[in-house]
């Protein structure tokens, strides 16, 4: 499975950004997709996910309300909108693709397939 993220830029704190992650090769095997993010010297944390069959989605407490993660089947694409953005969600943001069920979504670990990212800066 290959992923291609896209859709970061510079944006204003309060303004919004469209996120999208293109998968290609054996996306059949696809359980779980993610978002997860990585501002400078932290670590990857965990944004968002869904279960590609169901639709079924969990959040970051940070993110809630904030945030939408959904799936596109027909282009096997996952999206994600970000709506009143803070400074504190800049970052940059993988895309990231199980073939498993996990009760450990939140981890990187639980993924195989990650992307190559895209940056977000909200400017205050």
């Known amino acids: 499975v290959q992923l291609q993220a896209s859709g970061g830029g510079l944006v204003q704190a309060g303004g919004s950004l469209r996120l999208s992650c293109a998968s290609s090769?054996?996306?059949?095997?696809?359980?779980?997709m993610s978002w997860f993010r990585q501002a400078p010297g932290k670590e990857r944390e965990f944004v968002a996910a869904?279960?590609?069959?169901?639709?079924?989605?969990s959040y970051a407490d940070s993110v809630k309300g904030r945030f939408s993660i959904s799936r596109d089947n027909t282009k096997n694409t996952l999206i994600l909108q970000m709506n009143s953005l803070k400074p504190e969600d800049t970052a940059v943001y993988y895309c990231?693709?199980?073939?498993?069920?996990?009760?450990?979504?939140?981890?990187?670990?639980?993924?195989?397939?990650w992307g190559q990212g895209t940056q977000v800066t909200v400017s205050s």
């Open positions: 990231a693709a199980s073939p498993r069920s996990s009760s450990v979504i939140m981890a990187t670990r639980s993924y195989d397939y």
């Open positions: 090769g054996r996306t059949f095997n696809i359980y779980t």
């Open positions: 869904i279960v590609w069959s169901s639709g079924s989605t």
